[in-house]
């Protein structure tokens, strides 16, 4: 458990430094996950993005420390949408965030839920 633990801390410190393209993205182990186009919660796009990284850092040690399963789920929020990962709660899709992306918040978030299903599962595979 204490190398995958350590595996965890160095990708959250390494991955960052390679992975973004923009302040805005979220990205973790070298796969791409989104962009936020939009602020929300009084975070600009950037600031979501370092918050995001905490939560991809919590994901890991959740997934591996702990041996839960990977799992995915879209809740709905009145009208907005919340993507939890490993049962930890981890972005929330708003209206601005939508418009911003031309899309619906529910077609949004199926998008970012996808994203972050296929991406934590090469990261997982490649472990």
Do not use: C
């Amino acid at each position: 458990m204490g190398k995958w633990l350590a595996l965890v801390l160095a990708l959250s410190l390494v991955a960052p430094a390679f992975a973004q393209q923009t302040p805005s993205d979220v990205a973790f182990g070298g796969e791409y996950f989104f962009r936020f186009r939009a602020s929300a919660g009084g975070l600009s796009p950037e600031e979501r993005a370092v918050v995001l990284q905490g939560r991809l850092t919590q994901v890991f040690t959740r997934l591996l420390a702990h041996g839960t399963p990977l799992s995915v789920r879209v809740h709905s929020l009145g009208t907005m949408k919340s993507i939890s990962v490993a049962g930890i709660p981890f972005v929330t899709v708003t209206q601005t965030d939508a418009e911003a992306n031309q899309m619906t918040v529910e077609q949004l978030a199926k998008v970012w839920a996808n994203n972050l299903e296929r991406g934590l599962r090469v990261i997982l595979s490649a472990l």
